[in-house]
Antibody
Framework: EVQLVESGGGLVQPGGSLRLSCAAS????????MTWVRQAPGKGLEWVAN????????YYVDSVKGRFTISRDNAKNSLYLQMNSLRAEDTAVYYC???????????WGQGTLVTVSS | DIQMTQSPSTLSASVGDRVTITCRAS??????LAWYQQKPGKAPKLLIY???SLESGVPSRFSGSGSGTEFTLTISSLQPDDFATYYC????????FGQGTKVEIK
């Protein structure tokens, strides 16, 4: 059974940093693109970033470029999102998701809440 | 970037109703579209991929259609478990989501 478990969320002040983790199990992690999607309170889903199987390609939504870095450790079956220079508008539940080659997301984690506030 | 627009934003319906949600892409995406269901406090659940393919385990009352720029998600007979928010997502390039359609009890 595919399992994705996010961790690392919490309360952080504007301008601060946070590192999210996603522990994967139940599938061969190193063979899948992986993605972060976020959802602000009461709002819709927003695609944030994704990363190729070997980490050689990474893509970001414009609003986080230069502030967020997606990475992975295939030996540890783990996905990460380093978030720097956080803003109030980054407040959201962050989900990790496993990509299907066709571009949709069959598997999601339960999400971790990031709150940016002073 | 391709933008996705869903309508309506909110839909009031009764158990047993046939429900249709529309998603429009700002440019052609062929059949590269997925639909998700999300309930409060839960992660999204994949319902439909490639515009019309039913994900394994999803009830057959859900169906998807369309190609190019216009797509629909249909629930043939709304069940109590179907009251939720539904999102479309384009599956090429920047994988934008629609803004969501909340299906609520009439």
């Amino acid at each position: 059974e595919v399992q994705l478990v996010e961790s690392g969320g919490g309360l952080v002040q504007p301008g601060g940093s946070l590192r999210l983790s996603c522990a994967a199990s139940g599938f061969t992690f190193s063979t899948y693109w992986m993605t972060w999607v976020r959802q602000a309170p009461g709002k819709g889903l927003e695609w944030v970033a994704n990363i190729k199987q070997d980490g050689s390609e990474k893509y970001y939504v414009d609003s986080v470029k230069g502030r967020f870095t997606i990475s992975r450790d295939n030996a540890k079956n783990s996905l990460y999102l380093q978030m720097n220079s956080l803003r109030a508008e980054d407040t959201a539940v962050y989900y990790c998701a496993r990509d299907h080659s066709g571009g949709w997301y069959p598997s999601w984690g339960q999400g971790t809440l990031v709150t940016v506030s002073s | 970037d391709i933008q996705m627009t869903q309508s309506p934003s909110t839909l009031s319906a009764s158990v047993g109703d046939r429900v249709t949600i529309t998603c429009r892409a700002s440019q052609s995406i062929s059949t590269s579209l997925a639909w998700y269901q999300q309930k409060p406090g839960k992660a999204p659940k994949l319902l439909i991929y490639q515009a019309s393919s039913l994900e394994s385990g999803v009830p057959s009352r859900f169906s998807g259609s369309g190609s190019g720029t216009e797509f629909t998600l249909t629930i043939s007979s709304l069940q109590p478990d179907d009251f939720a928010t539904y999102y479309c997502q384009q599956c090429i390039g920047y994988k934008a989501f629609g803004q969501g359609t909340k299906v609520e009890i009439k």
